[in-house]
């Protein structure tokens, strides 16, 4: 019962940790880019966080490179998690949350009165 308990707040620590990741990766794309906004694949997005943080590297061009061969795993994949994961950007980054195609994308912009810490 214990050993439960305590992979459950491991589990949410590496959450938590990931959504920090989260954060940075975004702060980066917004500063690499060009254009005043980004759309991207929520699904993306997780996968770009889980990349810098198993890998511990903060590069995009690094992030873009792994991403093919390192897979989330399942307990991070699921609808609770990226409800978390939108919840984060609409607070943090005024971001909006968009159906397309049978996806969710982020449409985050870099105009920096929509940028919130």
């Known amino acids: 019962m214990v050993d439960i308990a305590m992979q459950s707040s491991r589990t949410i620590e590496e959450k938590q940790k990931l959504l920090e990741h989260l954060a940075s ?3 980066e794309l917004l500063r690499n880019t060009k ?3 980004i759309s991207i694949k929520l699904r993306t997005l997780l996968r770009y966080a889980y990349v810098s943080y198993v890998k511990k590297t903060s590069d995009i061009n690094v992030i873009r490179g792994l991403v093919p061969r390192v897979r989330p795993p399942a307990w991070l994949t699921n609808q609770y998690y990226y409800r ?3 919840l984060m950007l609409k ?5 909006r949350i968009e159906n397309r195609r049978q996806f969710r994308y982020v449409v985050l ?3 920096p009165s929509n940028f919130r810490r």
Do not use: L
Request: charged share 30%; no cysteine.
């Open 91 to 95: 607070t943090r980054f005024n971001a």
């Open 25 to 27: 990766v975004v702060e």
């Open 109 to 111: 912009y870099k105009n």
């Open 35 to 37: 254009s005043s906004q």
């Open 84 to 86: 978390e994961i939108e």
